[in-house]
């Protein structure tokens, strides 16, 4: 109470949509109530009762942007603050003085953004009363159940899965859950070392298990390859037994060949010819596969043969690794250390990059959102048509549905595996995972069944509330008209994304590492503070410690509305399939706002250790137990439960159509009408392209016509398509002499990542010349004299341009595509990027490449070499934290 300056204001007016409101202000320690008499109606008869007195309850994490704005006695004016909400809510306070206004104001900033601990929060006070004080959300889901529920349990091991408890004590990986499925031939040897290859140890585990075909969709992070191509046999290992699983794919006669290098032609499909619009399957297909899909031969049995296993005819299987990233994005990682599959090590699959914009972007986009709407509680104009379009939010949505479409059509219609990952792995693959189910199995399209999917892929599998929804507020978001006010730094990072590099880089490189660890945990807190070491969480802590307690502070760069817009896809399905659904918009819409609100404890936490470190079941409650006692309120009385695959319209499996894609008008506070007057608002024939434009900025959509959802892809023979289709600058653009020969309009992609790269390393050169770092590791006195630039020779070797490299191995195989590399550039027309293999080989550098990386390049790769063995977080990982997610 002691930040509540006044605890009532009366004489208050309220504007909303252009309405006003008079009324009374109660400031209170997690609400702000107005109270109001409404007007009463035009028509109503002169004996009416008077209309109720009415309450508008406002909770403080749900404030997004509150602007005081005072007015001087002689402008006659009254002092008003204006405020935006989360659920996309305005108000605009209007106070007979300007002091009173100012009490307020700063009353609301103590009470958002000062509190700076998660257990001060409305979760942790808050007592319902009845009936919802019966209810145990806590209780709907268990993880072995559910397992149990897909087919997997220890009496029922001939599916080919298993529960593995090596992260019981979320030792093994932090943010995963205590209960991981994995192949039965793998054993939990072989996933402690498969998890040195995998950022944060977030192996592939089973998230779904195909009832009809066992075929799977599991989910993971990146893998660490790096610059110099590191691989993992124990990674390659469990990947091959994934692909394993389904026994009954097999067909009846075993192939004369038991090699395990041979990939069949039929196995690979080209990912952007998929046109499955239906859940049915063919009968019979008329020509059966030369071979079968190919795997380790330790992790194939006798039993694959057994004739008393299920055949399934109709579609010839292609396991599929889905990397959600841009390409180019994808690639870049590699400068740190991370990366993407090296198809060349993952026989039998093919891997397609979606093209789904980062945290970043999609943060951006929904601000523009709100700058198209943000005029909503003084006027009721329409929103602005042109922001909307701009902010490009429909067409996000667009892509992350059709790359679900293709998950789904690849598990349920190809019957083949699926794995899923983006840099991370709890962001863009928790959408395309629990999205992807939704499609496949109709139990997620219930009530419970929902529940049980947002607990196991969102709060089981570590995707980051409290970093993704500024739970906490922050400074930024509280301004005063007509004054300058010095903030402080938010500890976000210069900025020049490569000073924050080196910062970080010069504490690594300086250190003596010693650590035999074999986790790699990165510090996931909000500042160096809160840093803990691997080595001391086995150490007794008080138990009255954990990240509720912790000080912590809102990092505005981290959030994003990733939650926002799986719930914005589960909307747009909803609305195409008005009767397969048991829950209805309403219920979406009030998830979303439990989410920001803070009532309920589910959400408040980034993964589940911490939810159980900070015993958020005895503490708080469960947000299920507000729609549990309230069940009816959320019904869908159009849903119909009856499964028919013969019947069309009620198939098991549903699919987004195409070009239906519309703004959630409900959610966003307007109309149908004033949302989407136009219809559908992306058209089949424009899908985005999300990579690199020739504004040089990632994430930067545009629509393209006929473009589809996968921007490239790979296999163990090839890559087709892989890249931007846009036109970016080539990779002589950037410190390198201009060809004298006329090129391409058309860029290639590799170019794009080849100029992207070089950047990178010319950043790094410059930064070690001015921090004084040595090729070992020693620390000079720089030159007053000295440039920053690096020499052309040393700039030449760091990066070449694709034709360079292009050049340098046609000379060892086929001198038909070689150029000279100072006068021309390849531009092959004809054929897709990064088709021809030499170009590949640029792109993904063998493990010991003969290319001079340039001053520190293997002083780097050692420290990436280390990293890999032994892990042992520094205090600067929170700086190396943030230039990794700026670059994804």
């Given at each position: 109470?002691e ?11 309220l ?8 009324g009374t202000?109660?400031l209170?320690p ?5 109270s109001y008499?409404p007007?009463?109606?035009a028509?109503?008869p002169?004996?009416?009762k008077p209309?109720?007195q ?5 909770t403080?994490?749900?404030i997004?942007?509150?602007?005081l704005?005072p007015c ?6 009254e ?9 996309f809510?305005?108000?605009?306070f209007?106070?007979p ?11 609301i ?9 998660l257990?001060?929060?409305?979760a942790f006070?808050y007592?319902?009363k009845?009936?919802?004080d ?9 993880a072995?159940?559910?397992?149990k529920?897909?087919?997997?349990s220890?009496?029922d ?9 090596i992260n ?13 499925v ?10 402690r ?6 950022s ?6 089973l998230?779904y ?7 799977s969709i ?15 046999a124990q990674d390659e290992?469990?990947v091959a037994a ?8 097999k067909p ?7 090699s395990a290098?041979?990939t ?10 998929s ?7 063919g009968?019979?297909?008329a ?16 039993s694959?043969t057994?004739p008393?296993?299920?055949k399934v005819?109709g ?6 690794i889905?990397?959600a990233r841009?390409?180019?994005n994808a690639?870049?990682?590699q ?19 979606l093209?789904?914009d980062?945290?970043h972007v999609?943060?951006k986009?929904l601000d ?13 104009f ?8 701009k902010?490009?939010w429909?067409k ?6 059709e790359?679900?479409?293709?998950i789904?059509?690849?598990?349920g ?6 794995l ?16 992807s189910q939704i499609?496949?199995d109709?139990?997620y399209?219930?009530?419970e069944?929902?529940?049980v ?11 980051m ?13 509280f301004?005063?008209?007509n004054e300058k ?9 210069g ?5 924050n590099?080196l910062r970080?880089a ?13 986790l790699n ?5 909000n ?8 080595a001391d969480?086995a150490?007794p802590?008080?138990?009255?410690v954990?990240a509720?307690e912790?000080h912590?502070v809102t990092?505005?760069?981290?959030l ?7 719930l ?6 909803h609305?195409?399939?008005?009767t397969?659904?048991?829950?209805n918009e309403?219920f979406?819409?009030?998830?979303l ?9 589910t959400?408040?936490?980034?993964n589940?250790?911490e939810?159980?470190?900070?015993r958020?079941?005895e ?7 507000y ?12 849903y119909?439960p009856?499964i028919d695959?013969a019947v069309?319209?009620k198939e098991?499996m ?6 239906e894609?519309?703004?959630w ?8 009408e ?10 089949s ?6 990579s690199?434009?020739?504004s ?6 545009t ?7 996968v921007?490239?892809t790979e296999?163990?023979?090839?890559a ?18 201009s060809p004298?020969h006329?090129?391409?309009n058309?860029p290639?992609p590799?170019?794009?990542a080849?100029?992207?790269g070089?950047?990178l390393?010319?950043?790094v050169?410059a ?19 000295s440039s920053?630039e ?5 700039r030449?070797d ?8 292009s050049t ?10 070689s150029?000279d590399h100072?006068?021309?550039q390849s531009t092959?027309e ?8 030499t170009?590949?080989e640029?792109t ?7 290319v001079d990386?340039g001053l ?11 990293r ?12 190396k ?6 670059m994804?």
């Open positions: 109470m930040r509540i300056r006044v605890s009532k204001v009366e004489g208050v007016y504007l909303r949509r252009g309405t006003r409101l008079d202000l109660h209170m997690h609400h702000m109530v107005f008499l007007s009463a109606p028509d109503a002169p004996d009416a209309p109720r009415k309450e508008t309850w406002i403080y994490p749900m997004n942007y509150c602007c704005k001087p006695p002689m402008l006659r004016q002092a008003s603050i204006r405020i935006r909400c989360r659920d809510t305005f108000f605009a209007f106070f003085d300007e002091k009173k206004a100012r009490d307020v104001y700063d009353s900033r103590a009470l958002s953004c000062r509190i700076g601990r257990d001060k929060l409305l006070s007592q319902p009845p009936p919802e019966q209810q145990n959300g806590w209780a709907i889901y268990d072995r159940r559910e397992w529920r897909l087919g997997i220890p009496k091991t001939e599916k080919g899965w298993r529960v593995s408890e019981i004590e979320y030792k093994y990986s932090a943010t995963y859950p205590a209960l991981l994995v192949p039965t031939n793998v054993s939990d040897s072989v996933l070392y498969a998890g040195e290859y995998r944060r140890q977030r192996i592939p585990a998230v298990r195909h009832p009809v075909n066992n075929c599991t989910r993971s992070s990146q893998p660490t390859p790096g610059l110099r191509g590191n691989r993992n290992r469990l994934i692909w394993a699983t389904n026994r009954g794919w009846a006669t075993a192939p004369s060949s038991a290098d041979f069949p032609d039929s196995s690979v499909v080209n990912l952007n010819e046109s499955a619009n239906s859940s049915f399957v009968t019979l297909d020509e059966r596969p030369k071979a079968t899909r190919t795997t380790a031969d330790d992790l194939t049995g006798s694959e057994d008393d296993l299920p005819y579609a010839q299987q292609r396991n599929l889905v990397d841009p390409t180019v690639y870049a990682m400068a740190v250390g991370l990366g993407s599959e090296r198809m060349d090590y993952y026989p039998g699959a093919e891997k397609a990059y093209g789904i980062n945290i999609m943060r986009s523009t959102v709100i700058d198209a709407l943000k005029e909503s509680d003084l006027v009721s329409t929103p602005n048509r042109q922001l909307l379009a902010s490009n429909i996000h949505i667009a892509n992350i549905l790359g679900t479409a293709l789904a059509r690849t598990v219609i190809m019957h083949s595996h699926v899923i990952h983006c840099s991370d792995g709890w962001d863009r693959t928790s959408q395309l995972s629990a999205l499609l496949l109709p139990y399209r219930t009530l069944g929902f529940i999917l947002v607990e196991k892929d969102w709060l089981s599998f570590g995707h509330f409290r970093h993704r929804s500024g739970f906490l507020s922050h400074e930024k978001w301004t005063i008209e006010i010095e903030r402080k730094h938010d500890g976000q990072g900025s020049n994304p490569f000073e590099a970080g010069r504490g690594l490189f300086n250190r003596h590492n010693d650590s035999n660890e074999s945990q990165l510090p996931e807190t500042s160096t503070d809160n840093v803990t070491d691997v969480t150490l802590k008080p138990a009255h954990g509720a912790e912590r990092k505005v760069n981290e994003s509305p990733v939650f926002h817009q799986f914005d896809c589960v909307y747009q399905l609305y195409q399939y008005p397969r659904f048991e829950f309403r979406l819409k009030r998830l706002y439990h989410l920001y609100s803070c009532q309920y404890g959400f408040l936490f980034d589940e250790k939810r159980v470190d900070n958020a079941k503490r708080t409650r469960s947000v299920w137990d729609f549990l006692c309230r069940k009816q309120e959320f019904m869908n009385p159009k119909d009856d695959d069309r319209g098991r549903i699919f987004p159509r195409k070009g894609v519309r703004w008008a409900e959610y966003f506070g307007r109309t149908d004033e949302m989407n007057s136009f219809g559908p608002q992306a058209p024939n424009l899908i985005p392209q999300t690199n434009a020739s040089g900025r990632s994430g930067t959509s629509p393209i016509p006929q473009e589809p959802i921007t490239g296999t163990a023979e090839g087709t398509g892989a890249g931007t289709t846009a036109s970016p600058p080539p990779a002589f653009a950037v410190g390198d002499q004298n006329s090129v391409s058309t290639k590799f170019d794009a080849a100029a992207l070089q950047d390393r010319q950043g050169l930064g070690f010349e001015k921090l004084g770092i040595t090729g070992n590791g020693s620390r000079v006195a720089k030159p007053a004299a920053s690096p020499t052309e020779d040393v030449r760091a990066v070449k341009p694709s034709s360079d490299y340098d191995r046609s000379s060892h195989t086929s001198a038909d595509k150029v100072a006068t021309q092959d004809g054929a897709g990027p990064l088709t021809d293999p170009v590949r640029a993904e550098p063998e493990p010991t490449p003969d990386l520190g390049a293997d002083l780097v790769e050692t420290k990436v070499e280390n890999s063995r032994s892990r042992k977080p520094s205090q600067n990982r929170e700086v934290d943030e230039v990794e997610m700026d994804q």
